[in-house]
Structure formats: structure tokens, C-alpha cells
């Protein structure tokens, strides 16, 4: 064998470089077995792939039976969060720092405490049904505003009402007191 750059006779018959020249000395047979090592003992690239959608455009379109469900829940709930606000108010902060003076006076408050707290439960439970009718019209129909209403309208509705029945529940806490005996 000789060199390829030099075109001295070498040494050995596996020697890697010339020992005149200092040229690499590359075989045949070094080439194909180098190449084959090499893709044996390299691990294959790994592909990942990341899904894409595709971008839709959102088109407006009609409200179906699910927007209008989801708009008028909302707005019958947030109309008895305020309506049962304003009852609250006149039938809880007049008497708030009186004394339950009588048997009609004691009735009369505890009959509006507890249509108020009913009527907040159903105002909140409106309210859920709102949303849940939000989340049928944002996946069965098409874009519109009714529904977008009905959505944020829906969660003041139970923001409001979900106040309100707390706020049921402690005010006839401090209403509810004993006339004082004064001897």
C-alpha cells in the first residue's frame, strides 16, 4: 500500500496515518465499517410532532335555544339577587337594632327571611343553569352575543345571590334576639 499524498510505501497494512508525510491513510474497507460503527452506536434522531389546530375563524351566527337559555336564566337570577336585596334591606335593617316586641312582629320577619332565603337559592341555582346552558351553546352553536351575555350576566347572578344567602343566614342571627327583661 502507499500513501495517497506522499505515494510512499507504507509500513503496515492497517496503519492510520503516513509515517513520511503524516497524511491520514484511509481504506475502503475502514470507511464502510467507521460508517456502519457510526450509525449502529448513534441513536436515531427522535421526531416529535406538536398537533396543531387549525385556526377557524368564529362566525357569528344565530343564538339557538341554548343562548336564549343562558341569557334569560341569568337575568331572572341577578333580577332576584337585587330584588331580594332591596327585601332584604327593608325587612332586615329597619328591625336590625330593635327587639322583637310581638308574635306578628316575630312572624312577619321570619316569614320574609325565609321567602328571601328561598328565593336566593333559586336565584343561585339560576344562576348554575345559566352556565351550564353558556357551555351547551359555546360547543352546539354558533358565536353570538346572547350567549357571551347570558355568560357574564350568569356569574354576577351567582356572585349576587351566593352573597345574598350568606348574608341571610348571619343577619337573622343578630335580628333574632330576646327582649330584655328589665324588672
Same mark, same amino acid.
Given at each position: 500500500?502507499?500513501?495517497?499524498?506522499?505515494?510512499?510505501?507504507?509500513? +503496515?497494512?492497517? %496503519?492510520?496515518?503516513?509515517?513520511?508525510?503524516?497524511?491520514?491513510?484511509?481504506?475502503?474497507?475502514?470507511?464502510?465499517?467507521?460508517?456502519?460503527?457510526?450509525?449502529?452506536?448513534?441513536?436515531?434522531? %427522535?421526531?416529535?410532532?406538536?398537533?396543531?389546530?387549525? %385556526?377557524?375563524? #368564529? %362566525?357569528?351566527?344565530?343564538?339557538?335555544?341554548?343562548?336564549?337559555?343562558?341569557?334569560? &336564566?341569568?337575568?331572572?337570577?341577578?333580577?332576584?339577587?337585587?330584588?331580594?336585596?332591596?327585601?332584604?334591606?327593608?325587612?332586615?335593617?329597619?328591625?336590625?337594632?330593635?327587639?322583637?316586641?310581638?308574635?306578628?312582629?316575630?312572624?312577619?320577619?321570619?316569614?320574609? &327571611?325565609?321567602?328571601? #332565603?328561598? #328565593?336566593?337559592?333559586?336565584?343561585?341555582?339560576?344562576?348554575?343553569?345559566?352556565?351550564?346552558?353558556?357551555?351547551? +351553546?359555546?360547543?352546539?352553536?354558533?358565536?353570538?352575543?346572547?350567549?357571551?351575555?347570558?355568560?357574564?350576566?350568569?356569574? &354576577?347572578?351567582?356572585?349576587?345571590?351566593?352573597?345574598?344567602?350568606? &348574608?341571610?343566614?348571619?343577619?337573622?342571627?343578630?335580628?333574632?334576639?330576646?327582649?330584655?327583661?328589665?324588672?
Amino acid at each position: 500500500m502507499f500513501c495517497p499524498e506522499c505515494g510512499k510505501d507504507l509500513i +503496515a497494512p492497517n %496503519q492510520k496515518f503516513c509515517h513520511n508525510c503524516g497524511a491520514e491513510i484511509v481504506t475502503a474497507s475502514k470507511t464502510s465499517e467507521s460508517k456502519s460503527e457510526r450509525f449502529r452506536n448513534e441513536p436515531s434522531p %427522535q421526531i416529535y410532532y406538536v398537533p396543531v389546530k387549525p %385556526q377557524t375563524t #368564529l %362566525q357569528k351566527g344565530v343564538p339557538g335555544k341554548y343562548s336564549y337559555m343562558s341569557f334569560w &336564566f341569568a337575568l331572572v337570577s341577578i333580577s332576584i339577587g337585587i330584588a331580594t336585596f332591596y327585601m332584604g334591606i327593608n325587612f332586615g335593617f329597619p328591625y336590625m337594632y330593635m327587639y322583637i316586641d310581638s308574635y306578628y312582629n316575630l312572624r312577619l320577619r321570619l316569614v320574609a &327571611f325565609f321567602v328571601i #332565603l328561598f #328565593l336566593r337559592a333559586g336565584g343561585l341555582i339560576l344562576g348554575i343553569y345559566s352556565r351550564m346552558s353558556d357551555s351547551k +351553546a359555546v360547543k352546539l352553536e354558533p358565536y353570538n352575543d346572547m350567549e357571551k351575555a347570558g355568560s357574564i350576566i350568569g356569574i &354576577f347572578g351567582i356572585i349576587i345571590n351566593t352573597i345574598g344567602l350568606i &348574608f341571610s343566614i348571619i343577619v337573622p342571627i343578630t335580628l333574632l334576639r330576646p327582649i330584655p327583661e328589665y324588672y
